[in-house]
């Protein structure tokens, strides 16, 4: 059975401040509840001494700073300051030194590479870092077994992180850094798989296998799969892959406009167009395109057709875009059946999903505030974010009021982290005493919640 955090929420109110983080145990609770802390002292193994801390622990010290607020590794030194949190979460926050030694361990030299070409590589995961792997997969696991869900869209998705280490490489747009992709299983706001790369390998490079391995770490009870892509995602090879009758994986991918395509489209009569949406500056509308690529992985007889669905954007006062073009043309590809316009904005809610979760990950985690040098470390590093993001998706489902349904991680710190709060040793017992009534009986439901759940 796993360990319960040594203190109890005392039933008296004291105004006394002593932590400014009262409810940051909460998400260390769940880490533990639910398994992932017992999966990473099997799987994240570190040769070197770190002062007597486990690799839980010192995992779940980061996932208390940035819930806390904390981006970097220095801030530590603020928050181990704070015995009172130390105290809740039953053991001494590590210095910010004994972290980067921690993250550093995760670096592997030699590994095998996944891809490589003459000028990019993509090298496999060090034993440590699939670890991490392993640990969200139990999160993701104690989330479909509390909430199932039979369905799993996965919308996949690069995003560039700005670094300027020494062994950074040059993305697309000329910012120096990296560029991992994450998979994100839209239903369940869940990180599924993420992938750690230089910011030169191209954001179309590896798809079949990073799908393979988000479809991989899907936990048991899903018998729907569908993805969602940008143009990245738009090869031969990954359509083919969805397709295979044994997978069945309905899609929908943004396809490059090639010449041969756009042809087709404004070959198009006028009224094969259709409404799609009202603006107040741009007409939208749609057509289906009878258009079969002229490539020889396509195979006509293939049991499945794709359907290739266009979008015309116009301004009204017949205006030119900025390029000097009258009117703007996109399309998606799509083997699934149904109404088109259905279709394109199913498509489209991918930004609301894995762009929604890049921007959680940058701007209200600390995925962009990469701490090494080393690739490992830098890799380490986005996973325990995107394990963080999921434990905070899974708090927010399993055990806060359905109000907290879509907080990011702000308004988690405003409402819960940042609960201020008294610590009483008494009776071999630690009591954590809060200010007012509500925030007790809050804190005390959602752990009573925690305490509840089954080990994945």
């Known amino acids: 059975m796993p360990e319960q955090l040594p203190f109890e929420i005392d039933e008296r109110i004291d105004p006394s401040l002593v932590t400014a983080h009262a409810g940051v145990p909460l998400v260390i609770e769940l880490f533990r509840r639910v398994g992932a802390a017992q999966v990473i002292n099997a799987e994240v193994r570190i040769k070197q001494r770190q002062r007597g801390l486990t690799s839980a622990q010192l995992v779940e010290t980061l996932v208390a700073l940035w819930a806390a607020g904390g981006d970097r590794c220095q801030d530590l030194t603020t928050l181990r300051a704070d015995a009172a949190l130390a105290a809740l979460l039953g053991f001494e926050l590590p210095a910010a030194t004994t972290m980067r030694d921690f993250l550093e361990a995760c670096h592997g030299e030699a590994l095998p590479l996944l891809h490589a070409s003459e000028k990019t590589a993509v090298p496999e995961e060090s034993a440590p870092l699939a670890g991490v792997g392993a640990a969200n997969?139990?999160?993701?696991?104690?989330?479909?077994?509390?909430?199932?869900?039979?369905?799993?869209?996965?919308?996949?998705?690069?995003?560039?992180?700005?670094?300027?280490?020494?062994?950074?490489?040059?993305?697309?747009?000329?910012?120096?850094?990296?560029?991992?992709?994450?998979?994100?299983?839209?239903?369940?706001?869940?990180?599924?798989?993420?992938?750690?790369?230089?910011?030169?390998?191209?954001?179309?490079?590896?798809?079949?296998?990073?799908?393979?391995?988000?479809?991989?770490?899907?936990?048991?009870?899903?018998?729907?799969?569908?993805?969602?892509?940008?143009?990245?995602?738009?090869?031969?090879?990954?359509?083919?892959?969805?397709?295979?009758?044994?997978?069945?994986?309905?899609?929908?991918?943004?396809?490059?406009?090639?010449?041969?395509?756009?042809?087709?489209?404004?070959?198009?009569?006028?009224?094969?167009?259709?409404?799609?949406?009202?603006?107040?500056?741009?007409?939208?509308e749609w057509a289906e395109v009878p258009y079969v690529p002229d490539d020889k992985d396509y195979r006509k007889d293939r049991p499945c057709v794709r359907r290739y669905l266009a979008i015309r954007v116009r301004h009204r006062q017949g205006e030119l875009f900025a390029d000097g073009s009258p009117v703007k043309y996109f399309t998606i590809v799509t083997n699934r059946a149904g109404d088109g316009l259905t279709l394109i904005r199913w498509h489209r809610e991918k930004a609301g999903t894995v762009e929604h979760v890049h921007h959680v990950l940058k701007n209200e985690?600390?995925?962009?505030?990469?701490?090494?040098?080393?690739?490992?470390?830098?890799?380490?590093?986005?996973?325990?974010?995107?394990?963080?993001?999921?434990?905070?998706?899974?708090?927010?489902?399993?055990?806060?009021?359905?109000?907290f349904s879509d907080a990011r991680p702000k308004r988690l710190r405003f409402l819960v982290f940042n609960t201020v709060g008294k610590v009483i040793h008494h009776a071999r017992r630690t009591l954590l005493r809060l200010t007012t009534a509500a925030q007790q009986t809050f804190l005390a439901l959602a752990r009573s919640k925690i305490l509840a759940l089954s080990p994945a």
């Not at 199932?148 to 910012?175: C, F, N, S, W």
């Not at 969602?228 to 309905?250: F, H, T």
């Open 137 to 284: 997969r139990r999160i993701l696991a104690a989330v479909q077994q509390q909430a199932p869900q039979v369905t799993a869209t996965l919308d996949v998705d690069a995003t560039i992180l700005e670094a300027h280490k020494r062994a950074a490489t040059m993305a697309y747009d000329g910012t120096r850094g990296y560029q991992p992709v994450v998979a994100v299983w839209a239903e369940q706001d869940l990180i599924v798989h993420d992938e750690f790369r230089d910011g030169n390998v191209p954001a179309g490079c590896g798809n079949v296998r990073i799908l393979e391995r988000a479809v991989a770490a899907l936990p048991s009870g899903v018998s729907n799969i569908f993805v969602r892509g940008d143009s990245a995602r738009y090869e031969q090879e990954v359509l083919a892959w969805c397709e295979e009758p044994a997978r069945g994986i309905g899609y929908a991918i943004s396809a490059d406009m090639s010449p041969p395509l756009r042809a087709e489209i404004e070959r198009l009569p006028e009224t094969a167009w259709q409404p799609d949406r009202e603006e107040p500056d741009v007409i939208r």
């Open 365 to 403: 985690l600390a995925a962009a505030a990469l701490p090494s040098g080393k690739f490992g470390a830098n890799a380490a590093w986005f996973r325990l974010n995107v394990l963080t993001y999921n434990l905070l998706s899974a708090l927010k489902r399993l055990a806060l009021p359905g109000d």
